[in-house]
């Protein structure tokens, strides 16, 4: 099976502290990026990409359009913009809300499987919705991998339950265990990784 090159990470009713757990157990040498898609109100500020920075050793920023995908990176998806998986970069869109939601986790996981297929891991947490589950199954149709929080553990049961549904081959885990089996999918990457291999050493984008 490939290697991961990227995480994307969607959330939303109770989103703000199942990603803080996450993050924060997470080391800042994490050898991919990690896309977060938080549902959000249309008006919210960045706060968001300001509490999770608090909370851990990755460097964390609000998205700007065209931004480099780099490791050890966390890059939030910001209020009332869809956020599009490149290879090597990410954009944003102001197409229409889908499932009542901009930016959405389908949207933005769809683009990840498309862009790395084979390559892409996709994590749903709480939720109080079903966004992100047909993203999710998109991502493991292209050939990735697909974690779901236990709704046991979750805030609002409602998104990992369907995200499930969807796909009912998913690594079903507890939120505390999500950090330590990203590590483990990521390991080979980071004992193999060199300049001429790895396709975002030396900040090198993936065309």
Known sequence: MSEISIAVIGASWGGLAAL??????????????????????RHADNLLASLLQDVTPLRVVDVEDKEELLPGTVYVAPANY????????????????????????????????DAYPGATLGVVLTGANDDGAQGLRHIVNRGGRAIVQDPETAESKAMP?????????????????????????????????????????????VR
């Open 82 to 113: 869809h956020m599009m998986v490149e290879r090597g970069y990410l954009s944003l869109t102001t197409d229409p809300m889908v499932r009542f939601s901009r930016p959405s986790i389908d949207v933005t996981f769809i683009s990840a499987g």
């Open 20 to 41: 803080s757990d996450l993050v924060a157990r997470l080391p800042g040498n994490f050898a991919v990026p990690i896309a977060v898609i938080q549902h959000r109100s």
């Open 161 to 205: 339950l369907a995200a499930i549904q969807a796909v009912p081959d998913a690594e079903v885990l507890p939120l505390a265990a999500i950090p330590g089996r990203l590590l483990e999918m990521t390991k080979p990457r980071l004992r193999r990784a060199s300049p001429e291999s790895d396709p975002y050493a030396q900040s090198s984008r």
